[in-house]
């Protein structure tokens, strides 16, 4: 069962839930990954305490990650990158596999071999300062908006439901992006293809989206899960059927 570390923002986890059962090859209901979800917004904000020496939000994920885990959870995405800061911490108190939504985004990146030069990141102050993009993408130079007040008004914005909003500020970011030649632009918030979603879908070959990326990711694991003998995985349709 997979596990997701959610709520950072809600509107993103519901976003990566709705790409993987979008990725996922089923005819039915019962042909889709079983998911538990921990969706707590009360998380203490990254950014903040990143930047500003703000409450510190490891011992809440730490504590979201054990749920998911006593709730059956045999592997655990996040769909928040700036969370993922703490991936080392979270990984290694982990009794089951973690998936990075980096590394996703890196495979989606070798997977386009024309993508050279110049790639933008629309990323939150704290997912820049801790250089988790800058310092897995090598072989690319990596340009971030000369406007980063924007950028972040523009994910608050989506953050309060604010559609159109975000998607004006944050696409006048991606496009600023373009202007400076960059061959694609990485939506690296996962408020950010939220706000760019129609955008994205007229240029895919422009956009990077580490959100869909993870998701990928979530169902290739989950499919090559399958290939393991039935004897060594639950059957979660017999458990609630029972139930």
Known sequence: ??????????????????????????????????????????????????????????????????MLERAGASMIAIPCNTAHFWYPQIANFARVPVLNIVDACAEELRQRPRLRGRIGLLATRGTLATGIYTNRLTGFEILT??????????????????????????????????????????????????????????????????????AKLCVSRWNHLQAVPRSEVVDWSAVFTAH
Do not use: W
Not at 1 to 16: E, N, R, V
Not at 35 to 52: G, H, N, W, Y
Not at 174 to 181: D, E, V, Y
Not at 197 to 204: D, F, G, S, V
């Open 1 to 66: 069962m997979l596990g997701i570390l959610g709520g950072m923002g809600p509107l993103a986890t519901i976003d990566f839930m709705a790409k993987i059962v979008a990725l996922t090859d089923a005819a039915r209901d019962q042909d889709h990954i079983p998911m538990v979800v921990s969706s707590v917004p009360q998380i203490p904000d990254r950014t903040t305490a990143i930047l500003e020496n703000g409450k510190d939000p490891l011992p809440a994920m730490l504590r979201c990650v054990d």
């Open 145 to 214: 908006p000369p406007d980063q007040d924007g950028v972040m008004r523009g994910i608050s914005a989506i953050k309060a439901a604010k559609f159109e909003e975000g998607r004006l500020l944050l696409e006048a970011a991606a496009n600023h992006l373009f202007r400076a030649r960059c061959s694609a632009v990485i939506m690296a918030c996962t408020e950010v293809p939220l706000a760019l979603a129609e955008t994205a879908k007229q240029m895919p070959d422009r956009y990077i989206d580490p959100t869909n990326a993870l």
